[in-house]
């Protein structure tokens, strides 16, 4: 098998399951943990658009 | 009265936590939790925990093969391949299943492998937080 991934889909499944871990991990209520695994997918889809737009301006 | 009684909130919060017992579980959750993801949780009945943890680590170790990333050996003498290695031990039964399968041998000649290779990577040191995680929740550090 060979799985051919753009770099915005692979950092999307990245921080899915990280966000995922964390939550559960690091949190001790259902509620919290959910609320906690969102701020931790939400930074890491930040620090992507941030980190690609950082480039262009590199780049620009 | 309302001296006497600050009085003692200051007593009890400087007073020390009490011991944790040391069980059984606190060896068993940790161990079996490294070897199959999740499964120190789904042993100490958090199903739900247990089998979100499983399917995020299972599915990227899997990811991680499926885009053709690199498992490491333990005794190449490069200190990043060291490190790459400690990390993928940790995924545990993963790791030792793909060594006895051969995967994850191929030369990285695609940006994507790369990827893999940081997937796999990730994946057990994710499951090191797992493992851990499962043994507080042994020792009732953690509901």
């Known amino acids: 098998m060979n799985l051919e991934l753009s770099h915005f889909s692979a950092a999307l499944l990245f921080a899915l399951f ?8 690091q949190r001790n209520t259902a509620k919290e943990m959910l609320r906690y695994g969102a ?3 939400a930074l890491f889809i930040g620090g992507v658009i941030l980190a690609g737009w950082v480039m262009w301006l590199i780049k620009h | 009265m309302a001296g006497k009684s600050n009085v003692q909130d200051v007593g009890q919060g400087n007073r020390a936590p009490a011991p944790v017992p040391f069980t059984a579980m606190a060896v068993v959750a940790p161990a079996v939790g490294w070897l199959v993801p999740g499964l120190g949780h789904l042993v100490q009945k958090r199903w739900t925990r247990g089998l979100l943890l499983l399917i995020s680590v299972f599915a990227m170790f899997l990811l991680g093969m499926a885009m053709q990333g690199k ?12 490190l790459g290695f400690v990390g993928d031990i940790g995924a545990g039964g993963l790791y030792i299943v793909s060594k006895a399968m051969g995967w994850g041998q191929g030369a990285i000649f695609r940006a994507t492998a790369d990827y ?16 851990v995680d499962a043994y507080h929740i042994a020792l009732g550090k953690k509901r």
């Open chain 2, 116 to 131: 893999g290779t940081k997937y796999i990577v990730v994946a057990g040191l994710l499951n090191i937080i797992c493992a």
């Open chain 1, 18 to 25: 990280a966000s995922i871990v964390f939550g559960i991990t």
């Open chain 2, 71 to 82: 498992v490491y050996s333990p005794n190449t003498g490069d200190i990043l391949d060291i």
């Open chain 1, 39 to 41: 701020y931790c997918f």
